[in-house]
């Protein structure tokens, strides 16, 4: 589907996702991107990160725009503002049934971590072999910076301590991945199932999606969901397409992505956010 730019010069907040979408495939966030948000932000339109990452695993050039008071994290997980440190909503995931997960895990040629308390931890001997599950340079990164590790993963969740917010496996390649990914939508059905890059499987709370987390913070702010724009990439990003006034997909997004989207968007190196977010304060001067 496509949408014409003027349809929308009503939006009072942009939720966007991160990798694949607002960053280029470099993971760095272009002056043309940062600009175009600074405009919409001067115009008072709220610019919401919503990323399948932890707050903290958040790039410091996104994490630093001085206009971002809200961010959606770890897949709708969570909703922060960021400001105050107060979390505006939280669904995490069953110890109990996370634990039993990872047994099923364990028969399986895949690795696996887990979100907790905003932070990633995984079992270290999973860890210190990750680079032969198809890890992109960025991942392994994020491995060495962004994940503790543990003597043994479900031992250190079995304490009763901690509740994971989001579980995340790797495959050793897609189709592999693909035919997994099948696979556990239909054996947990109590789960919310996605992806985000060809290697990983995202594992959430069935209360935990970004287009549920997009509906609390709306709410919260007062605005009605046709005042808001979602930009994604990923299956992870589709429940906030569909929720938001305007979903965007980007041209290098998934299938089931731009088919739900109202708009496509340019490719994440093409400033595909920035192109249209222009387009919208145009609009938006037009009617002034």
């Known amino acids: 589907m496509a949408a014409e730019p003027h349809s929308l010069g009503h939006i009072r907040l942009i939720a966007l996702d991160l990798d694949g979408t607002l960053l280029r495939s470099d993971k760095t966030l272009s002056p043309r991107s940062r600009d175009a948000l600074a405009a919409a932000a001067a115009r008072g339109v709220e610019i919401v990160p919503a990323t399948g990452r932890?707050?903290?695993?958040?790039?410091?050039?996104?994490r630093e725009l001085p206009f971002v008071r809200y961010a959606i994290t770890i897949n709708g997980a969570q909703v922060l503002d960021v400001r105050t440190g107060e979390t505006i909503y939280s669904a995490d995931i069953d110890t109990g049934e996370a634990l039993a997960f990872y047994e099923y895990l364990d028969t399986l040629p895949v690795i696996y971590d887990a979100f907790v308390d905003g932070w990633g931890y995984m079992t270290e001997a999973m860890r210190s072999r990750a680079q032969d599950y198809g890890m992109l340079p960025f991942q392994?990164?994020?491995?060495?910076?962004?994940?503790?590790?543990?003597?043994?993963?479900?031992?250190?969740?079995?304490?009763?301590?901690?509740?994971?917010?989001k579980m995340q496996l790797y495959a050793g390649?897609?189709?592999?991945?693909?035919s997994l990914l099948k696979t556990?939508?239909?054996?947990?059905?109590?789960?919310?199932?996605?992806?985000?890059?060809?290697?990983?499987?995202?594992?959430?709370?069935?209360?935990?999606?970004k287009g549920r987390a997009l509906s609390v913070l709306a709410a919260r702010l007062g605005l009605a969901m046709s005042q808001t724009a979602a930009f994604g990439d990923g299956l992870n990003d589709l429940s906030m397409l569909c929720a938001a006034g305007v979903g965007a997909a980007m041209s290098n997004g998934c299938p089931e992505v731009k088919a739900a989207a109202d708009l496509i968007a340019a490719d994440c190196d093409e400033?595909?956010?920035?192109?249209?977010?222009?387009?919208?304060?145009?609009?938006?001067?037009?009617?002034?």
């Open 173 to 178: 390649d897609t189709a592999y991945r693909n």
């Open 54 to 62: 932890f707050y903290r695993a958040m790039p410091a050039v996104v």
């Open 184 to 209: 556990l939508t239909e054996r947990y059905p109590q789960f919310a199932v996605s992806y985000s890059l060809p290697n990983n499987i995202e594992i959430n709370s069935r209360d935990a999606d």
């Open 140 to 165: 392994m990164q994020m491995m060495r910076e962004l994940r503790s590790g543990v003597p043994e993963l479900k031992a250190w969740l079995r304490d009763g301590a901690h509740r994971p917010q």
């Open 271 to 288: 400033d595909g956010v920035a192109r249209v977010v222009e387009a919208m304060l145009a609009d938006g001067a037009r009617s002034v």
